[in-house]
């Protein structure tokens, strides 16, 4: 797991969007998890007990967690947490974020990961079904995945943004259990030291994702106006940010959150931040039905480094996940899959693409591929079942 995870504290969430993390509503469903092999059908299940089965990834992909999740939603889960007096922590995730399956396959399998989390009540939610859009916004969740912690009210008590191993997970959930108060850690940093330009810009990050509007823009233009030439890399992120969190997110305004990205590329265009503001803009336009225009921007993006095989796959999440512009994402991941035909990653987005396309065999051909090139994969296992009856095949 090669990202460094972020935890924040109430009503804070990621301060970047993931690129390329729905999936069926429970969790046994978008998992492959189970608790034990059932009975046969021919001796009675009180007589001859279902084998216990270890948690792990089983033979067939299938996956047996070590973590006691509660069926239903929200609601039940805070009943069950305030008649066992316990928090509830909450996988906010969907099945085709890669750091949501390094959740399920390398740490809820785990023994320890499972005794900790038996103190509180555990919940999944499938962040684009059932509930979880309406979770998400009420939440704030940015990234997937998110672990909240809540107490049996419902009020954020803490969060994990992104998958991390598990020593550094139970580190975490000791750190919410403890109390602390990350946004006022963040305030009372910038008041020892009100010149750290990156202290002030974490602090107004926070701001803008526990929506406390006014305090993150002061905040921000003080970033901007202190990095006039983004020599310090934070003039862009600000700028970034106020698009994204402020005006895209709390005012819900596309049309200025598209022309904030713009200025941004023009007034820094080489930082990092105005490559992925073309996927920012793409969003925005595909909100306003601008599908045409969305694709634009994204081929731009693409453009912009020929050679960049990221931007590539970044396109190819984009095209299916908001379902627009499949055909030409696809063209850009064939591309990037002829250049790295050993990236399974590449080719399970092939597959998406190609199911969307209508191209059944084909889809099933690319997932195939990428299972192959990753035998091991639980997920891959998976979806190779998933597509084959999708198209009808065997």
Request: net charge negative; proline share 6%; charged share 25%.
């Amino acid at each position: 797991m090669a990202r460094v995870p972020a935890v924040v504290g109430p009503l804070l969430a990621a301060l970047f969007l993931v690129s390329s993390c729905g999936a069926p509503a429970s969790k046994a469903e978008a998992t492959g998890s189970k608790t034990g092999a059932p009975a046969t059908a021919s001796t009675p299940a009180a007589a001859n007990p279902p084998p216990v089965v270890a948690p792990g990834v089983q033979s067939d992909g299938e996956i047996v967690s070590a973590v006691k999740w509660i069926e239903g939603d929200l609601e039940a889960a805070l009943a069950a947490a305030k008649a066992e007096g316990k928090p509830v922590f909450v996988d906010v995730g969907a099945y085709w974020c890669p750091p949501c399956r390094e959740l399920e396959e390398k740490v809820f399998v785990r023994e320890d990961v499972g005794a900790a989390l038996a103190k509180y009540v555990a919940l999944h939610v499938d962040a684009e079904k059932g509930e979880g859009p309406e979770l998400v916004a009420r939440y704030k969740v940015q990234a997937y995945p998110t672990l909240l912690v809540l107490d049996a009210s419902g009020v954020e008590k803490g969060r994990i943004v992104d998958a991390m191993e598990p020593p550094a997970l139970l580190a975490a959930l000791a750190k919410i259990a403890a109390g602390g108060d990350v946004l006022a850690e963040l305030e009372q940093k910038v008041a020892a030291a009100p010149d750290d330009l990156q202290a002030r810009y974490e602090l107004g990050a926070a701001y803008a994702l526990a929506a406390r509007r006014a305090q993150a823009d002061a905040e921000l233009d003080r970033v901007i106006a202190g990095d006039p030439d983004n020599a310090k890399g934070l003039a862009a992120k600000a700028m970034s940010d106020r698009a994204a969190f402020l005006v895209a997110k709390i005012d819900g305004d596309s049309e200025r959150a598209i022309a904030l990205y713009k200025e941004l590329q023009q007034k820094f265009p080489a930082a990092k931040e105005s490559v992925r503001a073309y996927r920012a803009i793409g969003r925005e336009l595909h909100k306003l039905g601008r599908d045409d225009e969305a694709v634009v921007s994204l081929e731009a993006m693409v453009a912009s480094d020929p050679n960049n095989i990221d931007l590539k796959s970044s396109f190819g999440w984009f095209a299916f996940r908001e379902r627009c512009g499949q055909a030409q994402a696809l063209a850009a991941v064939d591309a990037a899959s002829a250049r790295q035909p050993d990236n399974a990653e590449l080719h399970y987005l092939r597959a998406e693409l190609q199911h969307q396309l209508g191209r059944g065999a084909e889809a099933v051909a690319a997932i195939r591929e990428a299972s192959r090139l990753e035998p091991e994969s639980a997920f891959y296992k998976r979806q190779v079942r998933r597509f084959t009856e999708l198209s009808g095949g065997t």
